[in-house]
């Protein structure tokens, strides 16, 4: 059997252990990465997969003789509760010439995974069988979040009318999410804004 020199032999040892080391920080980084892409990956699919359910309206915003109606309807929903807040739509334009923006100033309510409500105070508020049409749609770790707006115009204390907007915030278990349950998350957000039938 051949002496390897003490020198080298040490020298071999250190570049094992780092090479070694090495591939446990490449490991443990993949992994990670992995993790990140997969959960996005579930968020993504979890966002289309009910993105079908609760389809996405559009609303005028450039004419203001129809602002906030509905030009493009989506999935109608009905509200399940008494007095939940919204602002009124807002639409703001910084000149004559630029176009008009609709202002996300949204009552914010939220119901955690227990169904308790939450709700920040609002310019309006909504009663049971509002009709609502969806905005926006956000799938995050934990929370589901639907940007809502009235489909026909709320009654002001000052006599005028106006659309109101608010955001449901839903959480969940971070689990559910990321196995991306579409069928669980509908259900519960079902309980507060249901399918409206007769839309």
């Known amino acids: 059997m051949m002496d ?8 071999r040892e250190k570049g094992g252990f780092s090479m070694y080391r090495f591939a446990l920080v490449l490991l443990a980084v993949s ?3 992995g993790v990140s892409v997969g959960t996005g990956h579930a968020a993504s699919s979890l966002r289309d997969t009910l993105g079908e359910h609760f389809k996405l309206s559009g609303i005028e915003v450039q004419n203001p003789s129809g602002e906030g109606h509905a030009i493009k309807k989506g999935t109608v929903l009905s509200l399940q509760a008494d007095g939940i807040p919204a602002n009124p739509l807002r639409v703001v334009q910084l000149n004559s010439k630029s176009p008009r923006f609709h202002v996300a100033d949204y009552a ?4 955690d995974r227990e169904g308790r409500l939450k709700a920040s105070p609002g310019e309006l508020a909504l009663a ?3 009709r609502l049409v969806v905005l926006d749609l956000k799938v995050g770790a934990d929370r589901v979040r639907l940007f809502t707006h009235t489909l026909e115009p709320m009654r002001l204390p000052d006599g005028k009318a106006a659309y109101g907007c608010a ?7 971070p689990a559910v999410l990321d196995r991306a ?3 669980t998350v509908a259900a519960h957000i079902n309980q507060w804004l249901s399918i409206d039938s007769a839309a």
Not at 167 to 173: A, N, R, Y
Request: hydrophobic share 45%; net charge negative.
């Open 4 to 11: 390897c020199p003490r020198g080298v032999l040490g020298s």
């Open 31 to 33: 992994t990670a990465l």
């Open 108 to 111: 914010r309510v939220e119901v």
């Open 128 to 130: 049971k069988g509002t």
């Open 167 to 173: 955001e449901f915030v839903f959480s969940f278990d």
């Open 181 to 183: 349950d579409a069928a």
